[in-house]
């Protein structure tokens, strides 16, 4: 079974500063994808960055990047520097195989609890 | 990026009734679509994944009869909550992904209150 954890309820980063959250995974999956959304007050779910179990190098979108460490099933996200408008929840999500189209739920992202980020001015 | 909308972004309906929540995905085919469930400072929980043309897979513990899902076209998906109950009130959100791709893109979320 796949499962994502998530050990930070909450974190708080000075604006301008970088800042890590720590997102670990279990699969037996060969194959998966590994997500990043954020999830404003608002409620939406913004996505964020993908990395695919055999990309050797890590994503990188603008100031997020993925630490993607395969052999610790980790993959954090870094925030570089913090802006006020990146207070939110953030999730970390997993899915097997993410170029196959299950039929059923197999395709599902599975998500962490959340990280919630808090930037001081 | 994709945009995937919700209707209606709230609803209040009194207990017993039915609430029909409708998502759309605007600028793609959705080959499959989730609905997700989240309650105040939890993490999504699926509902249930439905492909275009074919009935839901429902998660375990999810009552088929009363969260109906219809995935009658390729940019359309409804829930259907059925006779409402207080505890069915939450934070509903419908994602979409197109076949072949691996991005998963959300509504924006539609807040139902039962009273």
Redesign the interface.
Known sequence: AQKITQTQPGMFVQEKEAVTLDCTYDTSDQSY?L?W?KQPS??????LI?Q?SYDEQNATEGRYSLNFQKARKSANLVISASQLGDSAMY?CAM?AD??K?Y???Q???I????TKLSVKP | GAVVSQHPSRVICKSGTSVKIECRSLDFQATTMFWYRQFPKQSLMLMATSNEGSKATYEQGVEKDKFLINHASLTLSTLTVTSAHPEDSSFYICSARARGQHEQYFGPGTRLTVT
């Open positions: 994808g997500f959304y608002s409620g939406e779910m913004i996505f993908y695919g999730f899915r993410p170029f189209n039929g059923g739920s395709g599902n992202l998500f962490g609890k959340g």
